[in-house]
């Protein structure tokens, strides 16, 4: 059983920084797309990054596009997210997934197995 835990989360100002880690245990993630969504109150759960295995392919939402950056570390089984320039409108609960099998990638909900439990990010104008 796959756990993925967040972590970085916190209350910044706008215009601000964060870096946000999730670490995986209990299964080999490396051959694994990893990818972060969020959550906003009263809101669906929205794509923000993937990353494929090798970190060779990354997707970004295009609310994010310049501002966030997703790595990963295989050797840590940890992703990352980097977000720079942050707005109040990135205020959400944010989660980070694990990929459905080797060799699937994709950027929708349906293409993710296993998430986090969710770090909040607070950005005030």
């Known amino acids: 059983q796959v756990q993925l835990v967040e972590s970085g989360g916190g209350l910044v100002q706008a215009g601000g920084s964060l870096r946000l880690s999730c670490a995986a245990s209990?299964?080999?993630?490396?051959?694994?797309?990893m990818g972060w969504f969020r959550q906003a109150p009263g809101k669906e759960r929205e794509f923000v990054a993937a990353?494929?295995?090798?970190?060779?392919?990354?997707d970004y939402a295009d609310s994010v596009k310049g501002r966030f950056t997703i790595s990963r570390d295989n050797a840590k089984n940890t992703v990352y997210l980097q977000m720079n320039s942050l707005e109040p409108e990135d205020t959400a609960v944010y989660y980070c997934?694990?990929?459905?099998?080797?060799?699937?990638?994709?950027?929708?909900?349906?293409?993710?197995?296993?998430w986090g439990q969710g770090t909040q990010v607070t950005v005030s104008s």
């Open positions: 997934a694990l990929g459905r099998g080797v060799g699937y990638y994709g950027t929708h909900l349906r293409d993710f197995a296993s």
């Open positions: 209990g299964q080999r993630f490396s051959a694994l797309t």
């Open positions: 990353s494929s295995w090798t970190g060779d392919r990354t």
